[in-house]
């Protein structure tokens, strides 16, 4: 039995189409806002740098999504008591020799903020991996991270001024509380 179809039922027909597909369009497009909202949340500066370095947000946002999958993978652990302690004490060892070394001071920071990442369980890797790691759960200090070592392994004829290495000090110590600090669980913090 064959279908007749009227004119004005195929234009109908072609009418719900183009709707349903707008409809869907629309829908995708709002899922797709709304998370990109939540990654930008989420990572703040390190989005916006992601984005730039890879040239799309759809882009961006999968490698930021592999990043909390690897995260999810290392071993991360709380510091205890004593070991929270040791840390303190090494960085007002360190934080007061600035004054009279504050080129030493800044290298010495430098190393204890990678001492203190593989005591929390981040791999000892080249400084790019690591701060892509420690992004994902301080995102909001990675900016005082890479500017902080990037002062810190500058050498040669354009060595960083006495104001630069005071920013750097300044910038180890955002991050230095961040990792010293008990983080809350993950529980605690999706009701916050």
Do not use: C
């Not at 730039?52 to 946002?61: C, M, N, R």
């Not at 500017?147 to 960083?160: L, S, T, W, Y």
């Amino acid at each position: 039995m064959p279908f007749n179809i009227t004119s004005s039922e195929a234009t109908y027909a072609a009418f719900g189409i183009v709707i349903v597909l707008v409809i869907a369009f629309g829908v995708y497009r709002a899922i797709r806002k709304s998370r990109s909202k939540a990654f930008k949340n989420r990572f703040g500066t390190e989005y916006d740098r992601a984005v730039l370095e890879h040239g799309s947000t759809q882009k961006a946002e999968s490698k930021l999504s592999a990043r909390e999958n690897r995260v999810e993978a290392l071993k991360l652990r709380e510091l205890g008591t004593t070991e929270r302690e040791r840390f303190l004490g090494e960085w007002q060892n360190v934080q007061s020799r600035f004054v009279d070394h504050p080129k030493a001071a800044v290298t010495e920071a430098d190393d204890l903020i990678n001492s203190l990442l593989e005591a929390r369980g981040y791999p000892k890797t080249d400084f790019e991996q690591r701060a892509a790691d420690v992004s994902v759960t301080y995102p909001r200090v990675m900016e005082n991270y890479r500017i902080a070592n990037a002062i810190a392994v500058r050498n040669g004829p354009r060595e960083a001024t006495t104001e630069e290495l005071r920013t750097a000090m300044i910038q180890y110590r955002a991050i230095f509380d961040d990792l010293i600090q008990v983080q809350k669980t993950a529980a605690a913090k999706s009701a916050a």
